[in-house]
């Protein structure tokens, strides 16, 4: 079965995502910016989301995990939750 890992960065609004994404083109550490702004769980962990499997997630979300190129970061994309910023680093 495919699988992936992938990071997030989850915020209420377009334009926090959008700074956020600016901050992270100029070199900003992407777990360090998770810790302190995600809006989800997962910034305990850096904002890393784990083994990733087809089904797991909403699908603007997982759309970016399967199909969107690797250790780029993708975003913003609404979802009911908020905004995201997302990075995949690996899948098989």
């Known amino acids: 079965m495919r699988s992936a890992m992938a990071k997030h960065i989850l915020v209420k609004t377009k334009a926090e995502a959008e700074k956020l994404k600016q901050r992270l083109a100029q070199g ?6 998770a810790r302190k702004y ?3 769980p997962s910034r305990k962990k850096d904002g890393d989301l784990g083994k990733i499997f087809p089904g797991q997630l909403v699908k603007p979300i997982e759309n970016i995990i399967f199909r969107k190129a690797l250790l780029k970061v993708h975003g913003p994309v ?6 995201h910023l997302v990075v995949v680093y690996f899948r098989s």
């Open 28 to 33: 900003e550490d992407f777990a360090r910016l």
């Open 38 to 40: 995600s809006q989800c």
């Open 78 to 83: 609404k979802t009911q939750f908020g905004f």
